[in-house]
């Protein structure tokens, strides 16, 4: 904390449908007490990534605070990745995972302690067809729910549950799935699959229970259950994972997946299309955050 004399905070204003000028305020405060110079970026969804990196090549400052949900942290990492520099992660979207799974608190001052703190972890990220994710991507069932939240209107737990009932509603048939890693081959029909560097979802749902952010694998979480009931579970963050024969789980450095058909397809709580074939494999400490 003593070498803290610049700081960044990048600031996406639309995240989570609240007003962040309150957030501004107290890490401004908390920025002068401390001595720190905070310079203010606010995203507007348009080359933001080339912003970022420019403010960071003119003020190279030691930290980057970053309030926003998941999209915005893998945005501010890869605006900076090949420099040396810590995120500090003020939650603030509608996914929140990384948060949870860096057992982030929900009180802003206790944030603020971490972000400026010395705990400083060196996390993996996770290249899938060269996009980049920070904790969970998947094909399926749960990337079906994304879609249906992006085109809807009601944001929030509310628009979130809404569009958990439509998805399952309107669930496709299962897909067949191909998963080639660790030198064997293994051929299944699912509802979902998950590539996890992490535990859990931003609803709090472990999906992942071996998962572990630093040490160099990432797993594959396939859920061949069929059953309606025990994916709307998932979805809606009610069902811890049970390891039993519908799931099977595979820990990797790298992966090959093919489907028989276009499945929806999600990295990070961002919809990214329907693909057929993902390339995977782990970038091994990619990332230096700020953990408790």
């Known amino acids: 904390m003593d070498s803290l004399r610049k700081c ?15 957030l501004i305020g107290i890490t401004k405060l908390y920025a002068e007490e401390k001595g720190v110079e905070l310079v203010l970026f606010e995203t507007t969804g348009k080359d933001d990534e080339r ?36 995120i500090g ?90 998963i080639y890693a660790n030198g064997m081959t293994l051929t299944t029909e699912a509802r979902m699959v998950v ?27 396939i859920l061949k259950s069929l059953n309606i009931f025990l994916i709307g579970k998932i979805l809606t963050g009610n069902m811890p994972l049970d390891t039993d024969e519908d799931v099977e789980i595979i820990s990797t450095q790298e992966a090959i997946i093919t489907t028989n058909k276009p499945v929806s397809f999600q990295i990070d709580g961002e919809y990214c299309g329907e693909e057929e074939r993902l390339e995977i494999k782990i970038l091994h400490r990619q990332m230096r955050v700020a953990i408790p």
Do not use: C
């Open 195 to 221: 590539i996890a560097n992490t535990q859990k979802y931003g609803t709090g749902v472990t999906i992942n229970p071996i998962g572990v952010m630093d040490d160099g694998k990432f797993e594959i979480v």
């Open 89 to 178: 992660v003020l939650p603030a979207g509608s996914a929140n995972g990384l948060s949870v799974d860096l057992k982030l608190s929900v009180d802003l001052k206790e944030n603020l302690d971490i972000a400026f703190g010395d705990s400083v972890m060196e996390m993996d990220m996770v290249s899938i067809n060269g996009k980049k994710s920070l904790h969970l991507s998947d094909i399926g069932a749960n990337a079906e729910l994304i879609r249906n939240y992006e085109n809807s209107s009601l944001r929030g737990k509310l628009g979130y549950g809404l569009q958990a009932i439509n998805t399952l509603t309107e669930l496709d048939d299962p897909f067949e799935v191909t």
């Open 8 to 22: 960044l905070l990048v600031v996406n204003p639309i995240a989570g449908g609240n007003d962040k000028t309150e």
């Open 51 to 86: 912003a970022i990196h420019q403010l960071y090549k003119e003020h190279k400052p030691e930290r980057i605070l970053v309030a926003g949900g998941d999209g915005t942290i893998k945005m501010v990492a890869e605006a900076v990745e090949h420099h040396d520099v810590i």
